[in-house]
């Protein structure tokens, strides 16, 4: 089966600059998860969608950062405008559930750059 | 508030063997995850534990006393593709995943 697909891998931009990066889910995965993870750290979730449905963004720079997952498959994150501490690496993960054995896929990621 | 230890580095031989620990303070318990990563790449699945004791996959396996808050990822016959982070995560009352910083192995010839 086909893994967890995000795009683009690498994104440099300036920081005041917006980005956004797209992630499509295993199919069949009900639960979405947008994650940052910065170098030498553990991921740290963003936001967490059940279908089309957001179940925690409460770590989400909601000043500046946005996430929509409309029809309950494919996901974008965006951040406007962007900062020098948003560079980092933006991993997506699905699972089947997001209830009792919620084993998590990852995507490559993409890695932010803000110059 | 919820804690996740792990040592932030290790290193060992090729063909030996290692023990990674990772001691968790969580609200709730729903089960502890040990992914590998390897560098600029994405976490993969090891293992899962949620009950007490000791799971065997090949040259890893994971050990768990939920009674501890404790569990370690045990990797026999060291290989040099083994050098990564291996991140531990507990799913917490609400299923969520939280994630230890990762110990980094270095493997050594």
């Known amino acids: 089966e086909a893994g967890v697909a995000q795009s683009p891998r690498y994104k440099i931009i300036e920081k005041r600059q917006s980005v956004a990066f797209w992630c499509n889910p295993i199919?069949?995965?009900?639960?979405l998860y947008w994650y940052q993870q910065i170098l030498g750290q553990g991921p740290k979730l963003l936001i967490q969608?059940?279908?089309?449905?957001?179940?925690?963004d409460s770590q989400l720079p909601k000043d500046r950062f946005s996430a929509e997952r409309l029809k309950g498959v494919d996901s974008t994150l965006k951040i406007q405008p962007a900062k020098l501490e948003d560079s980092a690496v933006y991993l997506c993960?699905?699972?089947?559930?997001?209830?009792?054995?919620?084993?998590?896929?990852f995507g490559p990621g993409t890695r932010l750059t803000v110059l | 508030g919820q804690n996740i230890d792990q040592p932030t580095e290790m290193t060992a031989t090729e063909g030996a063997i290692v023990q990674i620990n990772c001691t968790y303070q969580?609200?709730?318990?729903?089960?502890l995850f040990w992914y590998q990563q390897h560098a600029g790449e994405a976490p993969t699945f090891l293992s899962y534990n949620v009950l007490d004791g000791l799971e065997e996959k090949g040259r890893f396996s994971s050990f768990l006393s939920r009674s501890k808050g404790y569990s370690y990822l045990l990797l026999k016959e060291l290989q040099m593709k083994d050098s990564a982070s291996y991140l531990c995560a507990v799913s917490d009352s609400n299923y969520q995943l939280i994630w230890g910083a990762g110990t980094k192995l270095i493997i050594k010839p």
């Open positions: 993960a699905s699972s089947f559930s997001g209830e009792i054995y919620n084993e998590q896929f």
């Open positions: 199919s069949g995965h009900a639960t």
């Open positions: 969608f059940q279908n089309n449905g957001v179940v925690d």
């Open positions: 969580t609200s709730g318990f729903n089960g």
